[in-house]
Nanobody, 125 residues
Framework: QVPVVESGGGSVKSGGSLSLSCRGS????????AGWFRQAPGNERELVAT???????IYAESVKGRLTISQDYPTNTRYLQLDSLEPDETAMYYC???????????????????WGLGTQVTVSS
């Protein structure tokens, strides 16, 4: 069973927006930390943002001002919207979760124990 289920992604034109939803499956995803990461071919997986159960967010410098995150506790789902996308943001985007209940989450890949399968986002010029 995949602990975090992603939906959204796909093909977007330069300047467009990405909407991703991440739903916990089999555990209380919204009671702990969550992260979004992306990985382009040949690159390491990199942080997009994290958010704590109380809503404290950390953003990668490259996405500040373009990102909106929200949480829906009854449906165990979190949402991310990234605006003004550029072609170099083409990557596989991953949702991650963890049972960490701190108000400021870690921003490293190794800190997250639950992962989705990823969804491809392709930004065309």
């Amino acid at each position: 069973q995949v602990p975090v289920v992603e939906s959204g992604g796909g093909s977007v034109k330069s300047g467009g927006s990405l909407s991703l939803s991440c739903r916990g499956s089999g555990y209380n995803y919204t009671s702990g930390c969550a992260g979004w990461f992306r990985q382009a071919p040949g690159n390491e997986r990199e942080l997009v943002a994290t958010i704590s159960r109380l809503g404290t967010a950390i953003y990668a410098e490259s996405v500040k001002g373009r990102l909106t995150i929200s949480q829906d506790y009854p449906t165990n789902t979190r949402y991310l919207q990234l605006d003004s996308l550029e072609p170099d943001e083409t990557a596989m985007y991953y949702c991650a979760g963890d049972l960490d209940r701190r108000n400021v989450c870690s921003h490293t890949v190794s800190s997250f124990g639950y992962w989705g399968l990823g969804t491809q986002v392709t930004v065309s010029s």
